[in-house]
Each structure stands twice: as structure tokens, then as C-alpha cells.
């Protein structure tokens, strides 16, 4: 049994090992520009949202170890997907205007950054005077 053991335990590192040369496509995106806004507010979005809401993603060491590479590929490109502040300059008003919408609903009801994330990253994590300043900032394109 303990042979048996020893060889599960030597097939699973090789297959662990193994796997780590996979090659993974990391979505890095056309458009690696910032949002046109006061310092503020871009100190803000390099902190907490860019890593999964821009073309200006930081991959972390960690990001390269099977399987948390494919969890933190698909992670960022269904944040990109919903939101990728690298385009907010190129898009309508009208756009702008439903996306702080829900931009600010999310940051008001605490569900980004995810709690996930502000986990590993706690300089994430918005104090109430950033809260504010994101805030002054969305309501600036959800006013008519």
C-alpha cells in the first residue's frame, strides 16, 4: 500500500510539473491607454480595477502556475468583457453614462473590487474618501 502511495504521489508532481508547460494565451488586449481623468481617480483604477478591467493587466508570479492561470485568464477576460476601462475613451456618452451606472451600483453595494482579490491585493481595498471620489467621478457622466 505504501508503494502504491509513493507512486500516486511521484505521478501527481510529474503530472503537476508537467502541466506548467502548457502554453496559456494571457489576454493583454489592443488598447493599453488609461481613462482621461483627474489623478485621483486614475490612482484609483491602477489600485483596483485595472487588473481586471483594462489592457493594463499586472500579472502576478502566481498567475503563471497551473491551474490558477487558466482560473486568473478567465477571470480577466469575463472582467474585460464586461467592462474595459482601456476603451472608455472611444465609447458614447450614452455608453459611458449606463456603465457608471453600473459601475457605481457595484462599488456601492461592495461587490468589486471582489473580496477575492482585495484578499490577495489589500491595497485594493477603497477607503470612504476614494468610495467619494469614484463616486463624484460616475455621477459626473450619469448626470444629463
Same mark, same amino acid.
Not at 494565451?25 to 487588473?51: H, L, M, T
Not at 482601456?86 to 461587490?111: C, P, T, V
Given at each position: 500500500?505504501? &508503494?502504491?502511495?509513493? &507512486?500516486?504521489?511521484?505521478?501527481?508532481?510529474?503530472?503537476? #510539473?508537467?502541466?506548467?508547460?502548457?502554453?496559456?494565451?494571457?489576454?493583454?488586449?489592443?488598447? !493599453? %491607454?488609461?481613462?482621461?481623468?483627474?489623478?485621483?481617480?486614475?490612482?484609483?483604477? &491602477?489600485? !483596483?480595477?485595472?487588473?481586471?478591467?483594462?489592457?493594463?493587466?499586472?500579472?502576478?508570479?502566481?498567475?503563471?502556475?497551473?491551474?490558477?492561470?487558466?482560473?486568473?485568464? &478567465?477571470?480577466?477576460?469575463?472582467?474585460?468583457?464586461?467592462?474595459?476601462?482601456?476603451?472608455?475613451?472611444?465609447?458614447?456618452?450614452?455608453?459611458? #453614462?449606463?456603465? #457608471?451606472?453600473?459601475?457605481?451600483?457595484?462599488?456601492?453595494?461592495?461587490?468589486?473590487?471582489?473580496?477575492?482579490?482585495?484578499?490577495?491585493?489589500?491595497? #485594493? %481595498?477603497?477607503?470612504?474618501?476614494?468610495?467619494?471620489?469614484?463616486?463624484?467621478?460616475?455621477?459626473?457622466?450619469?448626470? %444629463?
Amino acid at each position: 500500500m505504501k &508503494r502504491i502511495l509513493i &507512486r500516486i504521489g511521484i505521478g501527481s508532481l510529474v503530472l503537476f #510539473a508537467g502541466l506548467q508547460f502548457i502554453p496559456l494565451q494571457f489576454p493583454s488586449g489592443k488598447n !493599453a %491607454k488609461e481613462i482621461q481623468s483627474e489623478e485621483s481617480v486614475k490612482k484609483i483604477f &491602477r489600485k !483596483a480595477c485595472y487588473d481586471c478591467h483594462s489592457d493594463l493587466v499586472k500579472w502576478p508570479w502566481y498567475s503563471r502556475i497551473f491551474p490558477v492561470s487558466l482560473y486568473l485568464i &478567465r477571470h480577466v477576460q469575463e472582467g474585460k468583457d464586461e467592462l474595459n476601462f482601456s476603451d472608455w475613451e472611444g465609447m458614447k456618452r450614452s455608453e459611458q #453614462a449606463d456603465l #457608471a451606472e453600473k459601475i457605481l451600483e457595484e462599488i456601492e453595494d461592495g461587490e468589486m473590487p471582489p473580496k477575492e482579490y482585495v484578499l490577495l491585493h489589500s491595497e #485594493a %481595498k477603497l477607503d470612504k474618501e476614494e468610495l467619494e471620489t469614484l463616486k463624484d467621478w460616475l455621477q459626473s457622466y450619469t448626470e %444629463k
